[in-house]
């Protein structure tokens, strides 16, 4: 069974941090496309971040370059978000998603094969 099963997240005061990650089982991660979304209340999904192997390429949001990184760990088929600098706009519900992408961009949702349960993050003091 094809999943993706997150964790992380929570309440951070702006300019913390936080760490979240992504544990993928049913498929191996290293052949996949990798990609985090998020969702603020009452806005649209939104791309925050994009990691290829295959074609070696990091892409992020201008809301978040500088301060977000993408990463994965392929031996332990787990991926990460880490999150410096955070801000009170930065407050949403965040997704890891992986797959192959065939014919669609690294921020069309429907892009992707699976998709995490969310995790709640909180920036305010």
């Known amino acids: 069974q094809v999943q993706l099963v997150q964790s992380g997240g929570g309440l951070v005061q702006p300019g913390g941090s936080l760490r979240l990650s992504c544990t993928a089982s049913g498929f191996t991660l290293h052949n996949h496309a990798i990609a985090w979304f998020r969702q603020a209340p009452g806005k649209e999904r939104e791309a925050v971040s994009y990691?290829?192997?295959?074609?070696?390429?990091?892409d992020y949001a201008d809301s978040v370059k500088g301060r977000f990184t993408i990463s994965r760990d392929n031996t332990r088929n787990i991926m990460y978000l880490q999150m410096n600098s955070l801000k009170p706009e930065d407050t949403a519900v965040y997704y890891c998603?992986?797959?192959?992408?065939?014919?669609?961009?690294?921020?069309?949702?429907?892009?992707?094969?699976?998709w995490g349960q969310g995790t709640l993050v909180t920036v305010s003091s």
């Open positions: 990691n290829s192997n295959t074609y070696d390429t990091t």
């Open positions: 998603v992986a797959g192959l992408l065939y014919g669609a961009y690294w921020y069309e949702w429907d892009g992707y094969d699976a």
